[in-house]
């Protein structure tokens, strides 16, 4: 197929003010669910503790939201290659890793800090809070070997096989943290939007897998 070039300048820097605005409002929206659709934790808190948990809720979301977005500047659109070229498509998604990173430790620092920095107990009515865990791990471990890989002694074929299938892994488990963590998604908005999220993330991954496996 032969390469389209980008747009003109103009058309490509209102395309690009689109996108961005489109994909903020999204971010921001996800960050409201704590306030607009309280989960029974909340009523509990009051004060300083009920900030952080709040906090601690909102930053999760915002990490779950960029994890979710992650597959698309990888995906090889023509059309937002043609927006943003693929080097920074690609510059997006390493800076996004970083940020999702940070978010994730800060999401998992308010909500032990509402609890007045007593971790739950390993039981099992805890599971989903032990999902997180693992989940937050998995986000550790991937933004490890991105850094280090050459100290690790990993090839990029090795760290690329590595990435491709981690990444569904820690959206799926994700997508159970967060469905049985907070009564917030249990019906609604926020649970329709969250599967229809879920769902548009891991169609991409198979777009990928199916374009490497046919060389389409």
Avoid: C
């Avoid at 669910?33 to 952080?52: A, C, N, Q, R, T």
């Avoid at 100290?151 to 159970?176: A, D, F």
Wanted: a positive charge; aromatic letters at 12%; hydrophobic letters at 55%.
């Amino acid at each position: 197929m032969k390469k389209l070039p980008p747009f003109k300048k103009s058309t490509r820097i209102l395309l690009q003010g689109v996108v961005l605005g489109g994909g903020i409002l999204l971010i921001v929206a996800a960050a409201t669910i704590p306030f607009l659709f309280e989960s029974s934790s909340l009523y509990y808190k009051l004060g300083v503790d009920g900030i952080m948990l709040r906090s601690g809720k909102m930053l999760g979301l915002l990490a779950a939201m960029l994890i979710l977005f992650q597959v698309i500047p990888v995906s090889r659109f023509v059309v937002l290659e043609r927006i943003f070229s693929l080097k920074h498509l690609y510059s997006f998604h390493k800076t996004s890793g970083k940020i999702i990173l940070g978010l994730g430790l800060l999401h998992l620092f308010f909500i032990v800090a509402a609890e007045n920095f007593t971790f739950f107990p390993l039981e099992k009515r805890y599971w989903p809070e032990l999902v997180g865990v693992v989940v937050l791990l998995l986000v550790v471990g991937v933004g490890g070997m991105s850094v280090w890989q050459s100290r690790l002694g990993l090839s990029w074929n090795s760290w690329q096989r590595l990435h491709r299938w981690m990444t569904p892994l820690i959206e799926t488990l994700l997508l159970v943290h967060i469905l049985f963590v907070s009564e917030s998604f249990d019906s609604g908005i926020p649970r329709v939007a969250l599967f229809s999220a879920s769902g548009g993330a891991m169609l991409l991954f198979l777009r990928i897998y199916y374009r490497r496996i046919f060389n389409k």
